[in-house]
C-alpha cells in the first residue's frame, strides 16, 4: 500500500481494474492518490487517506504515518512482510548527483512499516537534505545521548555522552555527512533492531581486507561451515573497495529463513562489515541443498570436513 503525491498542477488520477482481488479501490485528495489491492477492507484505503490528510510534518512523516493507519485500519490481507518509501525532487538526492531525495526499503520484517521507520530516522539525521525549518530547538535528553553514543561508537566523537549536545557533537555529526560520500550506501545489509546502521568510512588506496581473510572469518564463527569467497569487482586504483562474494555451506542453516542464513553470514563477518567491506553478495546452502544445487566447487572440503553426503557429486 502507498500514498504517492502527484504533481501540484494536475489532478491526481489512479485506475483500479476488475480483475483485482478484492478488497481493491483507491481514493484521491489534494495533490495524493492511495491505491491497493487484497486488503482486508475499505477501510485501509480511508484510513491511509484521513492520515496523510490530517498529520502534520514533512512528506515522509505524512507518507509514514499513512502506512501506519492502513496497516491498524486492516492492512494486506496476506499480513506484513516489506515496506517502502520513495520521494523524487529535482537534484533532491545526495549532493544533488540525482532525484531520488528518499529512497529507503525493508524488504523482509515482522514489522516492516516500524523497521522502515527506524531506518527513514536514520537517513534523515545523516544524508537527507532538508530546507531550513522556520523554527528549531535544542537537541536534549536522552536522544542528545544517545545521538552522542553512536556517533562515539562511530570514532566520530570522543566526549562523553551526556544529555547536553555540545560543540563538539555538532562537530562529529556535520563530519559523518562529510565522511560519507554519493554512493556510499547507509543501508547495505539488513541488521536486527538496536544495531547502528551508519557506514564508518574505509580507507582507500588499497583493499582492506583480503577475501582469504573473509573466508576465515565465517569459518572460524559460523558452526561447522565452509567457505569460499572471491572479490569479482573492484572499483578502481583511487579506491579499490572490494564487492566480495561469498558461497558458504554449513549445517547451521537448516531450518532458517534466508534472511537468517544471511544475517548469521554477516554477524560473523563482525565489525568488517562496516570497515572494511563495502559489500558482499551472499549464497547460502546445508550440505543437502548443496549437494543438489551447488556448483561442485567446495565439494572437496565438505567431504574433507565430513559434511558431504556420501552419494553427493
Known sequence: MGVVGVDPDEPPAAFTGEECHDHAGDRQGDNYTVQENILENAETLDAMAETFEETDGGLPERLIAALHAGNEAGGDKRGEQAAALYAAKPEGGYDGENDRWVDVRVDDHERPIEELERVFKIYDVTLLEREAPDETRELTGETATAVQSALADLGFYEGEPSAEFDGAARVANSAVRTELGPGRSTFARPRPIGRSTFARPRPTGTM??????????????????????????????????????????????????????????????????????????????????????????????????????????
Do not use: C, W
Not at 220 to 230: F, W
Not at 275 to 284: D, F, G, M, N, P
Open 208 to 313: 582492506s581486507i583480503e577475501p582469504d581473510t573473509v573466508a576465515d572469518l565465517i569459518e572460524e564463527n559460523l558452526p561447522d561451515a565452509v567457505a569460499s569467497v572471491t572479490a569479482p569487482r573492484i572499483h578502481n586504483d583511487e579506491d579499490e573497495d572490494a564487492h566480495f562474494a561469498a558461497v558458504v555451506v554449513s549445517p547451521a542453516f537448516e531450518g532458517e529463513s534466508l534472511v537468517d542464513q544471511h544475517q548469521r553470514v554477516y554477524d560473523a563477518v563482525g565489525d568488517h562489515m562496516t570497515r572494511s567491506v563495502h559489500a558482499l553478495e551472499i549464497k547460502t546452502y546445508t550440505p543437502e541443498a548443496y549437494a543438489e544445487h551447488g556448483d561442485g566447487s567446495l565439494a572437496a572440503d565438505l567431504r574433507e570436513a565430513g559434511l558431504f553426503p556420501v552419494d553427493g557429486a
